[in-house]
């Protein structure tokens, strides 16, 4: 009596313990679709409340800090990008095409760096050493 008891409690609890892998995995795509809808409810509820984006009356074009400099737009990281690119299929491939992803590679960064010097040349001068606007002439005095 005791061992049927025992038993028939085994073989309800194994339907908790031990569940149909199958049908729950069956299930992952529905989970899955209900949490990008949850996420997307939520995305376009918040969307839809947001306040204004601009304040005031008129918008304010962006202005770079002073001392910023900031070069123009350029090609050596998408040529340093293809060179590092050449450079792991040469690893993987072997034979010239090493030698060919190396090449590539410092011949992309000494064109990067040359790209720097001379654009550095008309940066130097400005913000290297001296005082910056608003810290000189006279201004030390204001409080006696």
């Known amino acids: 009596m005791i061992q049927d008891l025992w038993t028939s409690l085994l073989a309800f609890s194994g339907q908790f313990i031990v569940p149909d892998w199958g049908a729950l995995v069956a299930l992952i795509p529905i989970g899955i679709a ?5 996420t997307t409810s939520w995305m376009v509820f918040r969307f839809a409340t947001a306040g204004p984006t601009s304040r005031g009356i008129h918008k304010m074009p962006p202005v770079t800090p002073a001392g910023t400099h900031v070069t123009g737009p350029s090609v050596a990281p998408v040529l ?7 450079l792991l299929f040469g690893l993987f491939s072997g034979g010239i095409w090493l030698w060919v992803g190396i090449a590539a590679l410092v011949i992309a960064l000494v064109y990067w ?17 001296g005082t910056t606007e608003g810290t000189g002439g006279g201004s030390s005095d204001q409080g006696r």
Not at 113 to 129: A, F, K, Q
């Open 113 to 129: 760096g040359g790209e720097r010097l001379r654009n550095g040349g008309r940066h130097s001068g400005r913000d290297g050493g």
């Open 80 to 86: 340093a990008a293809l060179g590092v690119f050449m």
């Open 34 to 38: 209900a949490i990008v809808l949850l």
